[in-house]
């Protein structure tokens, strides 16, 4: 009865949730000519807009820079993050909770609050529009979040283990690498998601400080699209569709994984 | 809480007695400890701590971007007290933030505690379908949307004209009365998935114990949802609550991508007003890199209030 009751309310919701998303694919499949006068579900099914988007825009190319781009700062934010997130969680050292909390004032702050001064400085470090400057920002940007989850898996290891292993004589960088992080995948991989799909989705920073558009990922490029093919709807939707597909990809697979993590950050900060 | 800290207390200063003995494990436990923290740590000097610093100082000069940075006090804080933009973009931010945040809570809590009630694989379905509008970027959420209202050839439009609504049809992102709205449904299409799915595991963490006590002395759904699931419930609304406020404050890109901030600054927010300050090239003018500074410093004091809520919140929850 309450079963029914609650399937019976969240059916139509969900199909308004869904909408979007849908409308989405069902128009990048369409002809051109039908999109405005057409049935809602088209009655011929074509990949024309995706050939258009794609060899139109240099969709591989911007395709690749964010794949580069992304992966560049997954990388460099887990060897930041898993190095200071042992030491926070596992490491004696003087000033510690200081440091910590210092470092934690990051999180709350937006990148549009500091994207001028971002922007100077790049400037005057001859960074601006190079892809070095924004994975620089990237890094830095995220490094502090992840570093926070990653404590917080680092604190579940139990300290007798690194104990045992100081007492055989292992030096902390020999510990850290052969004892700890292998316990870690499940940390890492919660964090290689998150930082995929923000990196993957960031918009304000990578239009902020790439000019040159040869180098732009996937973001900006969608946002310009927007205004060159504004009557174009198959073609513009066959882009967003492309960008959309490996993060929703990404999502599905590691479902378990990135709710874990969400919850983690959530629930902490 | 009392107990960890006593204990934490406890242990740094064994810690402390330790380093004065100096043991030769305690000490490469410090060195490795500052090693390890030091690439983030100066990473975060370099790009978070001095340009929060850099932007207060910003704040108080007039400057364009060549030449020093000319010192003028406050004069930036009083004159985005007479800028109707300004303040214009104060009021939209608050709305907006304080109107998609009691959404947000409210259909969070309501669709949680409906996929709690459904069939488990049946929930796993909803859940997903709930959650993927919050992994796809802001920006193609924004541009779909933009397509979607479209005035003159937009599905939202045609639909309406298709069920015989045709007098409701609407230019939503040019109209000063419809645009507030349409940003909001945006907003909370992206947001629900995330405040779903934290509410749903609160629910799961409640004792089905006490709904059986309840139940047996009589309480109905209603009186057992207002007095068992919503007080057990109080710290994962504060947190709800605080996550919106922070992402109200700090809201960009949905708006950027939408409207720019229009129709005349309909929908200006601090974020877009800050960006066209800063950026904007339409005007001719040069950047106003002192006075967006300010703005910058306003929205942190916002972001800082939002964490110290929660905290607030929190604390009071676990009283």
Redesign the interface.
């Known amino acids: 009865m ?2 029914a ?3 019976f ?2 059916a139509p ?2 199909l308004l ?2 909408f ?2 849908v ?2 694919l069902l ?1 990048s499949l369409r002809e051109q000519n039908t ?2 006068n057409g049935p809602v579900i088209p009655r011929k099914i074509t990949g024309a807009a995706y050939r258009e988007a794609w060899t139109s825009i240099q969709f591989p190319l911007h395709f690749w820079n964010s794949v580069w781009i992304t992966s560049v700062t997954v990388i460099g934010v887990l ?3 898993t ?2 997130g ?3 969680a596992k ?4 000033f ?1 909770n200081t ?1 910590f909390v ?2 934690l ?2 999180l ?14 790049l400037k005057s470090f001859g960074l601006l529009d190079t892809q070095a400057g924004l994975l ?2 990237y ?3 995220s ?2 979040f992840a ?1 926070f989850l990653m404590r917080a898996f680092f604190q579940t290891l139990p300290d007798e283990l690194i104990e045992a292993a ?1 007492v055989d004589g292992g ?3 020999t510990i ?1 690498r052969r004892v700890i992080l292998p316990l870690t995948r499940p940390g890492i991989a919660t964090v290689v998601i998150f930082q995929f ?1 923000s990196t ?5 920073i990578a239009n ?1 400080v790439l000019r040159n558009t040869d180098s732009l990922p996937l ?2 490029v ?2 310009t ?2 205004g060159q093919y504004s009557t174009n ?1 198959p073609a ?2 066959a882009g ?1 569709t492309l ?2 597909v490996p ?2 990809i990404v ?2 697979r590691m ?1 378990r994984q990135f ?1 874990a993590g ?2 983690l950050g ?2 902490k900060n | 809480m009392a107990t960890a800290l006593t204990r934490d207390v406890v242990r ?1 200063s064994a ?2 007695s ?2 004065r003995f100096g043991s030769p ?2 000490r ?7 090693v ?2 030091a ?3 100066v ?2 000097l ?7 610093l ?2 207060a100082y ?1 704040s108080l000069t007039s400057w364009g971007g060549f030449g020093a940075p000319r010192f003028v006090n406050f004069d930036n804080y009083s004159r985005m007290l007479h800028d109707p933009v300004a303040r214009r973009a104060l009021v939209v931010t608050l709305v907006l933030t304080a109107v998609t945040t009691a959404i947000l809570t409210f259909l969070g809590l309501v ?1 949680a505690v ?2 709690n ?3 488990r694989r ?1 929930g796993v379905v ?1 859940r ?6 919050g ?7 924004a ?6 209202y479209d005035p003159n ?1 937009g ?1 939202l439009n045609r639909l309406l004209g298709a069920i015989g609504l045709g007098s409701l049809q609407h230019p939503w992102l040019a109209d000063h009365k419809t645009v507030l709205p349409a940003i909001v449904v945006v907003t909370v ?1 992206g947001g ?1 998935g ?1 405040t779903m ?2 509410y749903f ?1 609160g629910l799961q963490s409640i004792d089905p114990n006490l709904y059986e006590a309840a139940a047996m002395d009589g309480a109905n ?1 209603v009186q057992q949802f207002r007095h068992i699931t919503v007080p057990s419930l109080r710290v994962v609304t504060g ?1 709800i609550v605080s ?1 919106g406020l ?1 992402n109200g ?2 809201a ?2 949905v708006i ?2 939408m409207t720019g901030g229009g129709p005349n600054h309909g929908s200006e927010v ?2 877009t007003y ?2 066209s300050l ?2 904007g090239t339409t005007s001719g003018s040069l950047p106003q ?1 002192g006075y ?2 300010a703005f ?2 306003v ?2 004091v916002l ?2 209030l ?2 110290l809520a929660q905290l607030w919140l929190t604390r009071r929850a676990d009283r």
Not at chain 1, 200 to 204: A, D, P, Q, R, Y
Not at chain 2, 128 to 133: G, K, R, Y
């Open positions: 309450k079963k009751f609650a399937t309310v969240l919701f969900c949730m869904a979007p998303l409308w989405m128009t999109i405005f060897v930041f993050a190095l200071s042992y030491a926070f490491l004696d050292f003087p510690r440091l210092l470092l004032t990051t709350m702050m937006p990148s549009t609050a500091l994207i001028i001064p971002l922007y100077l400085e620089v920002l890094i830095s940007g490094a502090p570093m100081r030096s902390e960088l850290f799909l993957w989705n960031e918009f304000l902020t973001q900006p969608l946002f699209l927007m709807w513009l939707t967003l960008s959309v993060v929703v999502y599905v479902q709710v969400m919850m959530a629930v | 740094r810690a402390r330790a380093y494990l305690r490469s436990q410090r060195i490795a400890g500052y390890f923290v690439p983030t740590f990473l975060f370099a790009f978070v701590l001095w340009p929060i850099y932007t910003l669709t409906l996929v009630l459904i069939w049946v909803v997903t379908i709930l959650f993927i509008p992994i796809v970027s802001f920006v193609v959420s541009v779909l949307w933009k397509l979607i050839i599905t299409w629900l995330f799915l934290i595991a759904a947190l996550l922070l404050f700090k960009f890109d950027f991508v601090l974020g800050l960006y800063a950026f890199l967006a500074s910058s410093v929205t942190m972001c800082t939002a964490v």
